[in-house]
């Protein structure tokens, strides 16, 4: 989040976030700076994507291919508690 104003000028071809699982709160500030940063194709590794629920994996897919699960909302409504 530090430098999100710098590198979201920068155009990315590949965009790859090691240790993912910092961006699992959607409503974190890694979170939100990571979605502001514009790349053709993005990549999410982490060893621990899913640890206490599934709006984790939602928060990381958000990244990947926003709108993709929906909003988080109904993503919680149709899949965290069915």
């Known amino acids: 989040p530090k430098d999100l104003e710098r ?12 240790e993912a699982q910092y961006i699992k709160n959607p409503n974190s ?10 790349a053709r194709q993005r990549l999410c590794l982490s060893g621990t994507p899913l640890e206490n629920h599934l709006g984790e994996l939602w928060s990381q897919f958000h990244f990947l291919m926003p709108g993709w699960l929906g909003d988080s909302k109904s993503f919680n409504r149709d899949y965290r508690t069915p």
């Open 29 to 38: 500030k890694a979170a939100q700076a990571a979605r502001e940063l514009n």
């Open 7 to 18: 590198l979201a000028k920068q155009p990315l071809h590949v965009l790859v976030l090691d």
